[in-house]
């Protein structure tokens, strides 16, 4: 299984770009990269899915380096309301079967 | 829609008693998880289920039994509680394990479980 390392916490200020790295040496080739926002007291959320190069939706981007063995999650201009823990997840989506979590990144969204 | 419903939102339970999570999608998804999720930690695998009539074990299923009792329903057993399983459940959901494209899965709101 693929694990994934993450920093534990971030703090950054209202208006500027957050990047989030996250490293998952062993991806397999079927792996996708996805990454979820727990705010307390509620279940995750999905926020973006990729493979490999970049993925960008209305909330965020997604960066993946050609060798995969890392991705980095980018939101622009992050608000207070931003403030969650992030998950990085590896695993193929043709299985059923889900990775767990890991302890995520707290970010901090300071005013 | 309301997505994935759980219910109780909270239990106390002594220890040896046994109850049963309920969890429901109304999303037609294939899939369904039960996590849990202990203080300042990140969600562990408990049991799945990839369709209706399969399950299978996660990473930390000892304690616990599943029931998918249709498409829309999979439930979670705890037979004996112990203190061990004081945490926070999430039952999530998934469309077809096939598909590869924003493959996401559907959180419910969480069962906050303390067992005394």
């Known amino acids: 299984l693929a694990k994934t390392t993450q920093p534990i916490s971030m703090d950054s200020y209202e208006g500027q770009e957050v990047n989030i790295t996250c490293s998952h040496n062993?991806?397999?080739?079927?792996?996708?990269i996805t990454w979820y926002q727990q705010f307390p007291s509620q279940g995750p959320r999905f926020i973006i899915q990729?493979?490999?190069t970049k993925v960008t939706n209305e909330v965020a981007s997604l960066f993946i380096p050609a060798d995969r063995k890392s991705s980095t999650l980018s939101l622009p201009r992050v608000s207070l309301s931003d403030t969650a823990v992030y998950y990085c997840?590896?695993?193929?989506?043709?299985?059923?079967?889900?990775?767990?979590f890991g302890s995520g990144t707290q970010l901090t969204v300071l005013p | 829609n309301a997505g994935v419903t759980q219910t109780p939102k909270f239990q106390v339970l002594k220890t040896g008693q046994s109850m049963t999570l309920q969890c429901a999608q109304d999303?037609?998804?294939?899939?369904m998880y039960w996590y849990r999720q202990d203080p300042g930690m990140g969600l562990r695998l408990i049991y799945y289920?990839?369709?209706?009539?399969?399950?299978d074990k996660g990473e930390v299923p000892n304690g616990y039994n599943v029931s998918r009792l249709n498409k829309r329903e999979f439930s979670l057993r705890l037979e004996s509680a112990a203190p061990s399983q004081t945490s926070v459940y999430f039952c999530?959901?998934?469309?077809?394990?096939?598909?590869?494209?924003?493959?996401?899965?559907?959180f419910g709101p969480g069962t906050r479980l303390t067992v005394l």
């Open positions: 289920s990839a369709s209706e009539g399969t399950t």
């Open positions: 990729g493979y490999k």
């Open positions: 999530a959901s998934r469309f077809l394990p096939g598909t590869t494209q924003n493959n996401e899965q559907f």
């Open positions: 062993n991806i397999a080739t079927n792996d996708y």
């Open positions: 997840l590896v695993g193929g989506s043709g299985s059923a079967r889900q990775l767990t």
């Open positions: 999303m037609n998804h294939n899939s």
